[in-house]
Nanobody, 124 residues
């Protein structure tokens, strides 16, 4: 049974930073961070296959966000720097089932079978 639990969201001023955490229980393969605002499609921000270290970043966050995996702690992180109001959204971590390979940059939400509950980030 796979469970993803996010934390670390909150309110921050523009230019500030936040670090999101996602504790993973169970066996997974591809992992990613997404975000979504009302009325918009879920946007894939960063993605990696857990057997690799080549992390994909969306252009909208490249150079500002960093995706890190701590396999010893079964936790993934999203360090977000230089935040802007456009980064305001609900943020989700997601994972694919063990044994499922994911191709770099494939951030279609349908490819991820496990989702956390989401954590809100508000930038003002």
């Amino acid at each position: 049974h796979v469970q993803l639990v996010e934390s670390g969201g909150g309110s921050v001023q523009a230019g500030g930073s936040l670090r999101l955490s996602c504790v993973v229980s169970g066996f997974v393969s591809c992992m990613a961070w997404f975000r979504q605002t009302p009325g918009k499609e879920r946007e894939g921000l960063a993605q990696v296959y857990t057997g690799d270290d080549d992390i994909y970043y969306a252009d909208s966050v490249k150079g500002r966000f960093t995706f890190a995996l701590d396999l010893r702690e079964d936790t993934v992180y999203l360090q977000m720097n230089n935040l802007t109001e456009d980064d305001t959204a609900m943020y989700y971590c997601a994972a694919g089932p063990a044994g499922q390979y994911c191709y770099r940059g494939d951030v279609r939400p349908s490819g991820f079978g496990y989702w956390g509950q989401g954590t809100q980030v508000t930038v003002s």
